[in-house]
């Protein structure tokens, strides 16, 4: 399966877009707005949905989807949705699918999904046009094209920005860096923040057209203004380079920031090493964990790691090896393997829990069944040492071996010791 350059449009948020119409509760509750803005438009969705309004109801769906005005609910999203679709409103079906597709409140059902989608495309309901495209970009990118270029014809200019992309990368289509840059300019100029963000790469980048850091600049803080978090993040990264702007890592580390408040990840990560490598002045370990504990709760096993390795190591922080212990355990069950290694040291040290050899040795085997040429060096020094384990040099020198391979030193020198014994 083919990389998803479209992977940032997730079916369960929409990109920002610019609220070009005072008091227009659609526009509010789809693209953002005040906190104001958004609890009063949910009480107008709320009211209607309660006199019959189908498209009202299929608005609050939405709202309770995204977390717009109210507190998440996936079976409220769920009911509104299945009740708009039910009554033949399309963006509720729509809503209905991006549910299924995400397996959010519901069984995952991504052909299920591609029904509701379909249905809602069929009758002109844009945005599942664009959600099919969505969908079916990673196995038929020329079909994603047709979907995307109907939703922008039609008047979505979501799509346009899609479409734009696809362009950009020469998927489903020949590569065109003039069509690119003139659908990203229709749908940022139409408000679409994703297209402001995705111009700005494109002038940062120059493809297509001579590199302008300045301008660059410009589309990147206007996105990143509308609400675009990625947006904010790119901002960052033309402060920490100096592309365009004046060099200014304080405000690198203020605009990714504000980019992993709003969950963009790869944000996060480059606040997080600014924090532990950046300028002296922005060197902050204690910041630093906290990003990384955020990111490890929304799955970057890494960085659990990270954050544990940090605790353990108490250098600038209030040392925790209780902390680091919860988070290698976590990186382990994540499938990060290196978690399990440095688990499997905690238990055969008897750091932050009690000494357990035989619990270290199921951690490096772990990990060194998964290649971990750490956790295969520290299984081979069990059996070398004969902890937990009868002493068995024959199995220490294959696992050393096999480290080594791995291309751990360390391994590779007692692999030689064991063979060449003085």
């Not at 408040?261 to 300028?279: A, P, V, W």
Request: hydrophobic share 35%.
């Amino acid at each position: 399966m083919k990389t998803k350059s479209l992977a940032i449009i997730l079916f369960l948020t929409l990109p920002a877009i610019g609220i070009t119409q005072e008091k227009n509760w659609d526009q509010i509750l789809y693209w953002g707005g005040s906190r104001e803005d958004l609890q009063k438009a949910v009480e107008v969705f709320q009211e209607n949905c309660d006199k019959g309004e189908l498209r009202a109801c299929a608005n609050l769906a939405f709202a309770y989807r995204a977390e717009r005005g109210v507190t998440k609910d996936l079976a409220k999203s769920l009911q509104l949705s299945q009740k708009a679709c039910d009554g033949g409103d399309m963006w509720g079906c729509t809503n209905l699918g991006s549910l299924y597709m995400e397996g959010a409140g519901v069984n995952k059902d991504e052909s299920k999904a591609a029904n509701l989608f379909t249905s809602a495309c069929d009758k002109n309901e844009l945005r599942g046009c664009v959600n099919l495209g969505l969908q079916s970009y990673a196995d038929d990118a020329s079909q994603a094209v047709e979907l995307f270029q109907k939703s922008c014809d039609g008047g979505e200019l979501l799509g346009c920005s899609l479409l734009g992309t696809l362009y950009r990368d020469g998927e489903g289509i020949d590569q065109n860096f003039t069509k690119a840059i003139s659908l990203y300019k229709k749908a940022c100029d139409g408000g679409v923040m994703s297209g402001c963000e995705s111009l700005g790469s494109i002038y940062k980048k120059g493809s297509g057209v001579k590199a302008d850091g300045r301008k660059a600049a410009a589309l990147f803080e206007q996105a990143c203004k509308g609400g675009d978090m990625s947006a904010c993040g790119r901002l960052g990264d033309l402060y920490q380079e100096g592309t365009g702007v004046k060099r200014d890592s304080s405000k690198a580390a203020e605009f990714y920031q504000m980019a992993c408040d709003g969950d963009d990840m790869q944000s996060c990560g480059l606040l997080s090493s600014l924090y532990l490598n950046g300028d002296s002045h922005i060197q902050n370990t204690s910041r630093a964990v906290e990003v990384l504990e955020k990111t490890c709760n929304k799955g970057a096993n890494k960085d659990c790691v990270s954050a544990g390795v940090l605790y353990a190591a108490g250098k600038e922080i209030n040392q925790d090896l209780t902390k680091a212990t919860t988070l290698f355990q976590k990186a382990c069950d994540g499938g990060e393997m290196k978690g399990c290694t440095l688990l499997g040291t905690f238990y055969e040290r008897g750091e932050g829990v009690q000494k357990d050899y035989l619990k270290a040795m199921g951690l490096y085997r772990k990990s060194c069944e998964q290649l971990d040429a750490l956790g295969c060096t520290r299984l081979a020094m069990l059996f070398e040492k004969g902890l937990g384990i009868e002493k068995d040099l024959a199995s220490a020198l294959q696992l050393y071996k096999e480290a080594c391979k791995l291309g751990e030193p360390s391994a590779c020198d007692r692999q030689k010791a064991l063979e060449n014994p003085q």
